[in-house]
């Protein structure tokens, strides 16, 4: 029996993961975590015989311990012991935003392999998680479905053989625009392929989310920015390619559906059985291909520019376009003020070239989304 714990179990990833661990005898969840819907995540536990969940919010959590007599832990304390003490063989981090990193730190740091979601804990503790996980050993299993799709192909392709690695975007709804002017926020989360939360929706529709996935492929493959790149595929169905030394290029296909990649995590080394069609190309269509526009989509440049400057620099980015993105959906802040908070931040944020201890991350975490939060107070006064 392979024990899970699924963290962020009432989000999209988490309760698609639940799906296909329901239909696999051979799994047992010993944990899961939510951030406050409570009576969502008890609901799972009562369903799946889970005895210990985790809520972020302290209310939350005593609503859940008033309504259910399983045990409820709360705040990243609880998740750290919930973690620790599962006797978990795999960890599924599908918690959104910064706020993931403390279960990716306690899930390597105990040996536990990750099944990782969470690309916002690569992009601000990159090195460190890197690190983490070699010296303890734990396995780090991409669930975002370009990295899965890397991964699968560097498995096939073998040790020290690819030179180059591409992953596509679709280009959000706003592809072919050059002004983003007047964006309401319903138009910005409706993606056209893919069905996701709301944060990674919008950082979809400004193209962060690809900038956070180079940090989050330059950390998990080892290689350099100058061999990364981005094209926009719109019918998301190639997911990403691997360049070889010989001059080949590996492809890996499939419709847009994040059971795929969660399975592959999941069961990882083996395959299991996921109800999607397997991939009729006539069917498909036409595949088009773009550069991305990095002028009208700023972030994706200012999350390369951040990445090749690495130390802090991710890590000042990500806080700001959390803080930003939240500003956007609340609908205080405009869409095309998104990626002007995210650069002002960069610009006013003392950065620094290492980081050698995640508190220091964290303390730049808050700091840039305090510095975030001014910037958009002095555009917006209340
Ligand atoms: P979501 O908003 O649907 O769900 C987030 C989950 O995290 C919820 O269960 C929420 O309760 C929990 N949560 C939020 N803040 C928390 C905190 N501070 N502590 C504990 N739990 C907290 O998000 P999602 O779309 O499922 O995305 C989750 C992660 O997976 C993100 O990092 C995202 O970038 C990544 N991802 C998602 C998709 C997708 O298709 N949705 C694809 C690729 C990568
Ligand atoms: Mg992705």
Redesign the pocket.
């Known amino acids: 029996m392979k024990k899970i714990v699924i963290?962020?179990?009432?989000?999209?990833?988490?309760t698609q993961a639940l799906e296909i661990i329901a239909a696999d005898p051979t799994i047992q969840i010993v944990g899961l975590?939510?951030?406050?819907?409570w009576e969502a995540c008890v609901e799972q536990a009562r369903e799946h015989g889970v005895s210990t969940i985790v809520l972020?919010d302290p209310q939350a959590a005593e609503s859940a311990r008033q309504n259910w007599s399983g045990s409820v832990l709360n705040g990243q304390t609880g998740?750290e012991s919930m973690i620790c003490d599962s006797d978990a063989d795999l960890v599924l981090n599908?918690?959104?935003?910064a706020?993931?990193l403390g279960a990716t730190i306690v899930s390597l740091g105990e040996g536990i392999d990750l099944a990782l979601?969470?690309?916002?804990s690569l992009v601000i503790g990159g090195d460190l998680v890197m690190a983490l996980a070699e010296g303890s050993g734990a396995r780090i299993i991409p669930?975002?479905?370009e990295h899965s799709a890397v991964a699968q192909l560097l498995a096939a392709a073998g040790p020290g053989s690819a030179e180059r690695i591409t992953l596509t975007a679709s280009g959000g709804p706003f592809r072919g625009r050059s002004d983003l002017a007047g964006i309401t926020r319903d138009e910005a989360l409706a993606h056209p392929t893919?069905?996701?939360?709301?944060?990674?929706s919008i950082?979809s529709a400004t193209m962060m989310?690809k900038g956070l996935e180079l940090i989050e492929a330059h950390h998990l493959f080892d290689l350099d920015y100058d061999d990364l790149s981005v094209v926009v595929h719109p019918q998301s169905i190639v997911h990403a390619l691997v360049s070889m030394n010989d001059g080949a290029t590996l492809a890996h296909l499939g419709y847009p559906d994040?059971r795929v990649p969660i399975s592959y995590a999941i069961h990882f080394p083996e395959r299991a059985d996921v109800p999607v069609p397997s991939l009729d190309l006539a069917l498909a269509g036409e595949l088009t291909f773009e550069e991305p526009d990095l002028e009208t989509f700023r972030c994706l440049p200012l999350a390369i520019d951040a990445g090749r400057r690495g130390g802090t620099a991710p890590c000042v980015l990500n806080a700001a376009n959390e803080v930003a993105v939240d500003a956007f959906l609340e609908q205080r802040i405009s869409f095309e003020m998104i990626a002007e908070v995210v650069a002002r931040t960069l610009a006013e944020a003392e950065t620094v070239s290492e980081l050698s201890h995640f508190t220091e991350v964290l303390d730049c975490d808050a700091e840039s989304r305090e510095r975030a939060a001014e910037i958009i107070a002095r555009e917006v006064p209340a």
């Open positions: 963290c962020g179990s009432t989000g999209s990833i988490g975590t939510a951030g406050s819907r972020d998740i599908a918690i959104v935003g706020g993931g979601a969470n690309k916002e669930v975002d479905s893919w069905s996701m939360g709301g944060k990674i950082d989310n994040m």
